[in-house]
């Protein structure tokens, strides 16, 4: 007689940016291979992952406080007879290795985000072995060795995808731990790049959003032998049928050259809106933070993608209270917002990070200060935001249907400019673009109806999706906002 033995259960949590979510989908095609599904809840779960980050203090702390309440679970899973593994996954594994499991002994395993293709191994190994830690920088392509998802769970996941073409960053910003945690630049190339994106619109993904910590900087191999730029590699995905949709994120302002800008002027299917972190409106700051770039070339950078596209919503990060900012520099910061009107931004208190060289600094500002310049600057975010939303009532523009929406009856979706639009409409709209007029502005969407063609049906989308036409009347026209996201990532 057969026994069929139950699927074992997997749970991920995902902490910090999009590179970690899509990190966390790869752990769980991994693991789908050796027969584990995803459960929604950490209750029943056979495997448990925390994909961690560790970008700010507070993100790490999180981490620690919620494997304090895991203890709990594991006891739980132990009296009913079943083995919870506990794994610890992203840059607070990198960064903290053994150090986890000294704090927290609930975790079996610690792997770092170099080592995720040997996460069934590595299961196992904590099963036999007890505690494992892998946070080794393997010299191996880990991409080469993930698996693809398979169609029902790319389309589980909905029509907007994030690929990663690149990880790691060699810019080593003072404050920033990412040159420690994810390693040196590294651009996956071409080929493989447009596999994962063709599979992916052929399980019926629309919006295809390029991801990176450094996306600009991406200089992959291409099919010709040569090193390719990220505008070439944009302009060869805008040509696969069904891609709709094409973003990227996050870039450093130095890396944004003519032909990534002109990227922006002439594909209709790159969307409207653009994240360029800026940290801060000081060039004496931006010096001690090793940017790179100062403040005039920031704006220089603006203008010139806003003549390329200009409908284009920027948004940015900001980072108050770095080492040695004065109250001027502080101003210079709330000046360049009001320069750019940012159509959303986030905002952040600095963190100083263990290993950073601004974390040595005698020059560190109260938590006071920094909480009330933090205050001060995403009141001024949220006022462009607001006005930038405010710009699009009235408008039409097309949206792509991802979720329910609040209430009963709606329907959400993201606008090309990445706002969130809620929307009366059947669930079978999910995974379409549709034409929406933007009819209201919410606390953090916006509200609007479909169009109907000849009185009956919604007005489909066709193909590439050109967003609404620049609207000449509306000052500088990049005035339509992203949802005014100041508080974090
Ligand atoms: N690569 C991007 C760039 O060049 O700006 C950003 C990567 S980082 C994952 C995301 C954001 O976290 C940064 O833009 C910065 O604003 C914020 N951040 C990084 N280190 C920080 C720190 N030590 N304290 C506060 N915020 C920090
Ligand atoms: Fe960190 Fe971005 Fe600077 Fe790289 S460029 S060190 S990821 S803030």
Redesign the pocket.
């Known amino acids: 007689m057969s026994v069929t033995r139950a699927p074992r259960k997997l749970y991920v949590k995902s902490y910090g940016c999009q590179m970690n979510v899509y990190d966390s989908q790869r752990m769980a095609d991994v693991l789908a291979r050796e027969g584990y599904v995803e459960t929604a809840t950490p209750d029943d779960a056979d495997v448990l992952v925390l994909n961690t980050c560790h970008i700010r203090e507070k993100a790490a702390e999180k981490v620690y406080s919620e494997l304090g309440r895991l203890r709990v679970l594991k006891q739980e899973a132990a009296r009913d007879g079943r083995r919870l593994t506990v794994a610890v996954a992203g840059c607070v594994a990198q960064a903290e290795g053994e150090e986890i499991i000294r704090r927290a002994p609930v975790v079996d395993l610690v792997v770092g985000p170099q080592s995720y293709h040997r996460l069934p191994d590595l299961v196992a190994r904590a099963a036999v072995e007890g505690r494992v830690v892998d946070t080794e920088f393997p010299a191996e392509d880990k991409f080469d060795h993930l698996a693809a998802p398979t169609r029902a769970a790319t389309r589980s996941r909905g029509a907007a995808a994030f690929v990663t073409v690149q990880e790691g960053?060699d810019?080593?910003?003072t404050f920033?731990v990412?040159?420690y945690t994810r390693g040196a630049e590294f651009s996956r190339p071409v080929a493989k790049i447009l596999a994962e994106v063709e599979d992916l619109v052929a399980a019926g993904v629309k919006e295809i959003r390029l991801i990176g910590?450094?996306v600009n900087a991406w200089h992959g191999d291409g099919p010709d032998g040569r090193a390719w730029t990220l505008a070439r590699l944009l302009y060869r995905l805008a040509e696969v049928p069904g891609v709709a949709r094409l973003r990227y994120t996050t870039s450093?302002p130095r890396d944004m050259d003519d032909a990534l800008i002109a990227a922006h002027r002439d594909l209709p299917a790159l969307m409207p809106q653009l994240h360029l972190?800026v940290q801060s409106g000081s060039d004496r700051i931006l010096d001690a933070m090793n940017r790179k770039h100062d403040r005039a070339a920031y704006l220089r950078v603006i203008e010139r993608l806003k003549t390329a596209r200009p409908d284009i919503a920027m948004s940015s990060d900001f980072i108050v209270g770095f080492p040695g900012e004065t109250e001027q520099d502080f101003s210079d910061t709330l000046a360049l917002v009001d320069a750019v009107g940012f159509a959303s931004a986030y905002s952040f208190k600095y963190s100083p990070r263990p290993g950073t060289p601004a974390a040595d600094s005698d020059d560190q500002v109260s938590e006071a200060e920094k909480a009330e310049r933090l205050a001060r600057l995403q009141a001024r975010i949220d006022h462009h935001a607001a006005a930038f939303n405010a710009a699009t009532v009235g408008r039409t523009a097309d949206v792509l249907f991802e979720n329910p929406g609040r209430h009963d009856g709606q329907m959400t979706g993201k606008s090309p400019w990445m706002q969130a639009v809620q929307v009366m409409a059947p669930p079978s709209v999910k995974g379409e673009i549709l034409a929406v007029r933007i009819t209201g502005t919410g606390t953090n969407s916006l509200y609007g109806a479909l169009v109907v063609a000849n009185g009956t049906a919604p007005l489909r989308h066709d193909g590439a999706d050109h967003g609404t036409t620049p609207d000449p009347a509306l000052p500088g026209a990049p005035d339509p906002a992203v949802r005014a996201a100041s508080g974090g990532h």
Do not use: A, G
């Open positions: 960053c810019k080593f910003c920033c990412v040159p910590q450094n450093h972190p």
